[in-house]
Nanobody
Framework: QVQLVESGGGLVQPGGSLRLSCAASGSIVSISSMAWFRQAPGKQREPVAGISSYGRTHYADSVKGRFTISADNAKNTAVLQMNSLKPEDTAVYYC??????????????WGQGTQVTVST
């Protein structure tokens, strides 16, 4: 079984920074991509940033220039560095990964989510 565990959420003032981490564990053979999504109250879950195993990244227009995604393939981890945070960034942030495991082959997995609140 594969698990994704997020950490690093919390409360921050506008203009501040937070660093989210995602650690994948289990019977992992390889991870082809990792990504962060977010879901604000009353809204649909939306993609925020993603990174392939080759290091190619993509970002939502709303976070370009403020957020940076990185990954450590050897440790099966991904980090989302969030700077210049705005109140509209408030949401539950979810880690997502496309994983090839020994037990289940290729599957898509979600973490449990971590709350990010940007407020004075």
């Amino acid at each position: 079984q594969v698990q994704l565990v997020e950490s690093g959420g919390g409360l921050v003032q506008p203009g501040g920074s937070l660093r989210l981490s995602c650690a994948a564990s289990g019977s992992i053979v390889s991870i082809s991509s990792m990504a962060w999504f977010r879901q604000a109250p009353g809204k649909q879950r939306e993609p925020v940033a993603g990174i392939s195993s080759y290091g190619r990244t993509h970002y939502a227009d709303s976070v370009k220039g403020r957020f940076t995604i990185s990954a450590d393939n050897a440790k099966n981890t991904a980090v989302l560095q969030m700077n210049s945070l705005k109140p509209e960034d408030t949401a539950v942030y979810y880690c997502n990964a496309n994983v090839y495991s020994t037990m289940r082959g290729s599957n898509n997995y979600w973490g449990q989510g971590t709350q990010v609140t940007v407020s004075t």
